[in-house]
């Protein structure tokens, strides 16, 4: 019984970390869209931060993932 609260609880992180990651991509992309800089001065801030955002919520899910298989081992 442990270990299914124990895999939901971890699916509805994953959840969870999607969409505020996508939220807060969002909210970035606007805030560079709506700037006075031309696109080839906004396309490496934009190009930037959706690797950063991405890349840590990659980071989050694989160690989400290592935890429950390391889980489910023990």
């Known amino acids: 019984m442990k270990k299914e609260k124990l895999i939901i609880l971890i699916k509805w992180t994953k959840r969870l970390l999607a969409v505020s990651a996508s939220i807060l991509w969002i909210v970035i992309i ?41 889980q489910a081992k023990a």
């Open 30 to 70: 606007y805030n560079i869209s709506t700037s006075t800089l031309s696109f080839n001065e906004q396309a490496p801030y934009c190009m930037g931060s959706t690797m950063l955002i991405f890349m840590i919520l990659n980071a989050l899910y694989k160690g989400l993932d290592y935890y429950l298989i390391k």
